[in-house]
Protein backbone atom coordinates (compact mmCIF):
# COMPACT_ATOMS: atom_id res chain seq x y z
CA UNK A 1 0.00 0.00 0.00
CA UNK A 2 1.17 3.50 -1.09
CA UNK A 3 1.57 5.94 1.95
CA UNK A 4 3.41 9.38 2.16
CA UNK A 5 3.47 10.99 5.60
CA UNK A 6 4.40 14.35 6.30
CA UNK A 7 6.14 15.18 10.17
CA UNK A 8 8.06 17.47 11.87
CA UNK A 9 5.91 20.90 11.49
CA UNK A 10 5.26 22.78 15.14
CA UNK A 11 4.96 26.46 16.11
CA UNK A 12 8.49 27.96 16.11
CA UNK A 13 9.80 31.50 16.44
CA UNK A 14 10.92 33.95 13.94
CA UNK A 15 14.70 33.26 12.92
CA UNK A 16 14.26 29.32 14.22
CA UNK A 17 14.47 25.90 12.50
CA UNK A 18 12.59 22.68 11.65
CA UNK A 19 13.04 20.07 9.67
CA UNK A 20 10.44 18.45 8.16
CA UNK A 21 10.05 14.45 6.97
CA UNK A 22 8.71 13.04 4.26
CA UNK A 23 8.15 9.40 4.78
CA UNK A 24 7.20 6.66 2.47
CA UNK A 25 6.01 3.36 2.85
CA UNK A 26 4.61 0.79 -0.73
CA UNK A 27 7.14 2.13 -3.13
CA UNK A 28 10.83 4.00 -3.11
CA UNK A 29 11.51 7.66 -3.20
CA UNK A 30 14.33 7.58 -5.28
CA UNK A 31 12.25 6.25 -8.30
CA UNK A 32 10.41 9.90 -7.91
CA UNK A 33 10.94 13.51 -8.04
CA UNK A 34 9.59 14.83 -4.63
CA UNK A 35 8.10 18.49 -4.29
CA UNK A 36 7.71 20.46 -1.25
CA UNK A 37 4.46 22.64 -0.88
CA UNK A 38 3.06 25.03 1.40
CA UNK A 39 -0.66 26.74 1.56
CA UNK A 40 -2.10 29.26 3.67
CA UNK A 41 -5.21 29.96 4.70
CA UNK A 42 -6.95 32.23 1.57
CA UNK A 43 -4.13 31.52 -0.70
CA UNK A 44 -2.97 29.19 -3.34
CA UNK A 45 -0.92 26.21 -3.13
CA UNK A 46 2.75 27.21 -4.03
CA UNK A 47 5.93 24.98 -4.79
CA UNK A 48 8.65 25.51 -2.32
CA UNK A 49 11.19 23.45 -2.95
CA UNK A 50 12.09 19.82 -5.24
CA UNK A 51 14.37 17.64 -6.00
CA UNK A 52 14.47 15.01 -8.97
CA UNK A 53 15.04 11.58 -9.13
CA UNK A 54 19.17 10.47 -8.68
CA UNK A 55 21.45 11.93 -9.54
CA UNK A 56 19.06 14.36 -8.36
CA UNK A 57 18.97 17.85 -9.31
CA UNK A 58 17.07 20.91 -6.69
CA UNK A 59 14.54 23.67 -7.04
CA UNK A 60 13.55 26.01 -4.46
CA UNK A 61 11.21 29.23 -4.65
CA UNK A 62 12.96 32.35 -4.68
CA UNK A 63 11.26 33.33 -1.28
CA UNK A 64 13.31 30.35 0.52
CA UNK A 65 16.78 30.50 -1.05
CA UNK A 66 19.62 30.15 0.92
CA UNK A 67 17.08 29.53 4.03
CA UNK A 68 15.77 26.19 2.74
CA UNK A 69 17.43 22.79 1.97
CA UNK A 70 16.08 19.60 0.49
CA UNK A 71 17.42 16.32 0.57
CA UNK A 72 17.23 12.19 0.38
CA UNK A 73 18.07 9.24 2.91
CA UNK A 74 17.43 6.74 0.32
CA UNK A 75 18.48 4.00 3.09
CA UNK A 76 15.69 5.52 5.17
CA UNK A 77 13.58 6.30 2.27
CA UNK A 78 12.96 9.52 3.58
CA UNK A 79 12.78 13.12 1.69
CA UNK A 80 13.70 15.91 4.10
CA UNK A 81 12.92 20.04 4.21
CA UNK A 82 15.12 21.77 6.91
CA UNK A 83 14.16 25.26 6.29
CA UNK A 84 16.14 27.79 8.64
CA UNK A 85 15.99 31.52 9.34
CA UNK A 86 12.00 31.21 9.15
CA UNK A 87 9.78 34.23 8.41
CA UNK A 88 6.54 34.63 9.34
CA UNK A 89 5.76 34.32 5.54
CA UNK A 90 6.76 30.48 5.82
CA UNK A 91 3.74 29.80 7.65
CA UNK A 92 1.44 27.54 6.00
CA UNK A 93 0.48 23.74 5.75
CA UNK A 94 3.51 21.87 4.21
CA UNK A 95 2.57 18.87 1.82
CA UNK A 96 5.10 16.49 0.55
CA UNK A 97 4.17 14.75 -3.57
CA UNK A 98 5.95 12.45 -5.50
CA UNK A 99 6.03 11.36 -9.47
CA UNK A 100 5.61 14.69 -10.75
CA UNK A 101 8.28 17.27 -12.26
CA UNK A 102 10.39 19.56 -10.43
CA UNK A 103 10.01 21.79 -13.45
CA UNK A 104 7.06 23.62 -12.66
CA UNK A 105 6.04 22.06 -9.94
CA UNK A 106 3.97 19.71 -11.63
CA UNK A 107 2.04 17.26 -9.24
CA UNK A 108 -1.39 16.76 -10.38
CA UNK A 109 -3.71 15.81 -7.56
CA UNK A 110 -5.15 12.63 -9.67
CA UNK A 111 -1.98 10.99 -11.34
CA UNK A 112 0.73 12.41 -8.05
CA UNK A 113 1.10 10.63 -4.32
CA UNK A 114 0.44 13.24 -1.95
CA UNK A 115 0.86 13.39 2.21
CA UNK A 116 -1.65 14.49 4.35
CA UNK A 117 0.17 17.93 5.06
CA UNK A 118 1.94 18.84 8.36
CA UNK A 119 1.28 22.49 9.82
CA UNK A 120 4.13 24.74 10.33
CA UNK A 121 3.41 28.22 12.23
CA UNK A 122 6.09 31.12 12.75
CA UNK A 123 4.67 33.49 15.16
CA UNK A 124 6.57 35.79 18.25
Known amino acids: QVQIVESGGGLVQPGGSLRLSCAAS????????IGWFRQAPGKEREGVSC????????YYADSVKGRFTISRDNAKNTVYLQMNSLKSEDTGVYYC?????????????????WGQGTQVTVSS
Open 97 to 113: AARGYCSGYVFPLNKSY
Open 51 to 58: ISSNPGST
Open 26 to 33: GFTLDYYA
